[in-house]
């Protein structure tokens, strides 16, 4: 089984940064992909960003060129680096790990871009 806490969201002006981090009670390499996701009321969960454990990664294509995910093996943690944020990005944010075929989830952490 596996744990995330995640950390980071807040409050930021449009066009500013966050970054979030999700640390992982297991070693990284042993999680086949991890990732972001972002939920809004009303809406599905949908993914932003993904890195798998061959260091494969996917982006949404709304968050291209403005959000960076990456990993730091040592630490157990993956980042999703947010730059030139917009109002559209306010959400909660959940990170994801694969292990196997069972998901796990982070508590989420909200994500409030003002215009």
């Known amino acids: 089984q596996v744990q995330l806490v995640e950390s980071g969201g807040g409050l930021v002006q449009a066009g500013g940064s966050l970054r979030l981090s999700c640390a992982a009670s297991?070693?990284?390499?042993?999680?086949?992909?991890m990732g972001w996701y972002r939920q809004t009321p009303g809406k599905q969960r949908d993914l932003v960003a993904r890195?798998?454990?061959?260091?494969?990664?996917n982006y949404a294509d709304s968050v291209k060129g403005r959000f960076t995910i990456y990993r730091d093996t040592a630490k157990n943690t993956v980042y999703l680096q947010m730059a030139s944020l917009k109002p559209e990005d306010t959400a909660v944010y959940y990170c994801?790990?694969?292990?196997?075929?069972?998901?796990?989830w982070g508590q989420g952490t909200q994500v409030t871009v003002s215009s």
């Open positions: 994801n790990a694969e292990l196997g075929v069972v998901p796990y």
């Open positions: 297991e070693r990284i390499f042993s999680i086949n992909a």
């Open positions: 890195i798998s454990s061959g260091g494969r990664i």
